[in-house]
C-alpha cells in the first residue's frame, strides 16, 4: 500500500460544482501539503498544515479549503469549481528534515 | 529573484554523456536540500538528499556549496531512463506563503539513443 493515498485519481466535473479531493497518510508524520501542478508552472502550494490544529494558506489558496480531520488524513475542496482550476494536484507529508512523500496525484478537468 | 533556481533546460544528451544541473537558493536560512525526480504525469519521487561533505549514489553525485548558495547534481553515463524532469527543492524550516519547503520549476533532461 501507497504511504499517501489520493482519491480520486481522475475527475471530471462541471463549473460551479463542488468538489473534494481526499489525501490520507501512514507514515505519521505531522507535516501534510497540497500542491497544484501546471505544465511550464511547476509545483505551486496551496495549502499546509504542520499539525492537526495548525492551518497555513500557500500562494494560491484563493479558491480552495482544506481541513485537517487527523493526523493521517488532510482533504482539499473547491467550493465552487471553475475551469482555470483544471491540473494536477498533488498531496504531501513530510517529516522535519524535509523530504517529501507525494501521493500518486489526483487529475482534476473543470468543464 | 526567486528563492530557488534552476537551470532552465531543456538538456538534450546522448546516452552515456556527463550532465551537470545547478540549483542557487537565495535564503541563507535554509537547512536541507533534495533532488527529486519527476517523470512526465507522475508524482515526484526523492533522488538523493544533498550533504555539506557531498554525496553519491551511483551515478549520481550531489554537491553543497553554501558559500556560494548552490547545489547541483551530476549524472554520469546518462541513461535513456534517466530522461525526466529534475526538482531542487530547499527545506528552511520555517513557514509563510511558500510553506517551508521551496521548489525550483525544474530542469527537463532527455537522454537520445
Known amino acids: 500500500d501507497a504511504d499517501v493515498t489520493q482519491t480520486p485519481r481522475n475527475r471530471i466535473t462541471k463549473t460551479g460544482k463542488r468538489i473534494m479531493l481526499e489525501c490520507s497518510q501512514t507514515k505519521g508524520h505531522d507535516r501534510m501539503y497540497w500542491y497544484r501542478q501546471d505544465p511550464g508552472l511547476g509545483l505551486r502550494l496551496i495549502y499546509y498544515?504542520?499539525?492537526?490544529?495548525?492551518?497555513n494558506k500557500g500562494e494560491i489558496s484563493d479558491g480552495y479549503s482544506v481541513s485537517r480531520q487527523a493526523q493521517a488524513k488532510f482533504s482539499l475542496s473547491l467550493e465552487s469549481a471553475i475551469p482555470n482550476q483544471t491540473a494536477l494536484y498533488f498531496c504531501?507529508?513530510?517529516?522535519?528534515?524535509?523530504?517529501?512523500?507525494f501521493g500518486e496525484g489526483s487529475r482534476l478537468t473543470v468543464l | 529573484r526567486k528563492e530557488v533556481e534552476q537551470d532552465p533546460g531543456p538538456f538534450n544528451v546522448p546516452e552515456g554523456a556527463t550532465v551537470a544541473f545547478n540549483c542557487t537558493y537565495s535564503n541563507s536560512a535554509s537547512q536541507s536540500f533534495f533532488w527529486y525526480r519527476q517523470d512526465c504525469r507522475k508524482e515526484p519521487k526523492l533522488l538523493m538528499s544533498?550533504?555539506?561533505s557531498g554525496n553519491e549514489d551511483g551515478r549520481f553525485t550531489a554537491q553543497l556549496n553554501r558559500a556560494s548558495q548552490y547545489i547541483s547534481l551530476l549524472i554520469r553515463d546518462s541513461k535513456l531512463s534517466d530522461s525526466a524532469t529534475y526538482l531542487c527543492?530547499?527545506?528552511?524550516?520555517?513557514?509563510?506563503?511558500?510553506?517551508?519547503?521551496?521548489f525550483g520549476k525544474g530542469t527537463k533532461l532527455s537522454v537520445k539513443p
Open positions: 527543492v530547499v527545506n528552511r524550516y520555517y513557514g509563510g506563503s511558500q510553506g517551508n519547503l521551496i
Open positions: 544533498v550533504y555539506s
Open positions: 498544515s504542520f499539525d492537526v490544529k495548525d492551518i
Open positions: 504531501a507529508t513530510t517529516d522535519l528534515t524535509g523530504e517529501l512523500f
